[in-house]
Nanobody, 124 residues
Framework: QVYLEESGGGLVQAGGSLRLSCAASGSIASINAINAMHWYRQAPGKQRELVAGITSGGSTNYADSVKGRFTISRDNDKNTVYLQMNSLKPEDTADYYC???????????????WGQGTQVTVSS
């Protein structure tokens, strides 16, 4: 199993910045089997949406709404994925969730794990 712990959320004024972190832990086998890492967000009354993703090779993708403002990165030595959020807007207000795709060597199946979420509030 892979366990995720997010941090870095908070209250910020529009135009400000925040950096989210998500640290993965678990068995050595599962940690070594981590593939893509993602950040999702869910605003009140809305569906959860993909914000950004990064593959094990470092390729990234972003939602159109955050391109040019958010940057996803990962430190494989620390088993951590980051989301640097700049030029924040009130519409970025949401709960942000970390998601990690990994291969379960016991069941021989791909799996994913979710963090508990961290709240980001952007005031106008």
């Amino acid at each position: 199993q892979v366990y995720l712990e997010e941090s870095g959320g908070g209250l910020v004024q529009a135009g400000g910045s925040l950096r989210l972190s998500c640290a993965a832990s678990g068995s050595i086998a599962s940690i070594n089997a981590i593939n893509a890492m993602h950040w999702y967000r869910q605003a009140p009354g809305k569906q959860r949406e993909l914000v950004a993703g990064i593959t094990s090779g470092g390729s990234t993708n972003y939602a159109d709404s955050v391109k040019g403002r958010f940057t996803i990165s990962r430190d494989n030595d620390k088993n951590t994925v980051y989301l640097q959020m700049n030029s924040l807007k009130p519409e970025d207000t949401a709960d942000y969730y970390c998601n990690v795709a990994w291969f379960d060597i016991v069941t021989r199946r791909p799996r994913d794990s979710w963090g508990q979420g961290t709240q980001v509030t952007v005031s106008s």
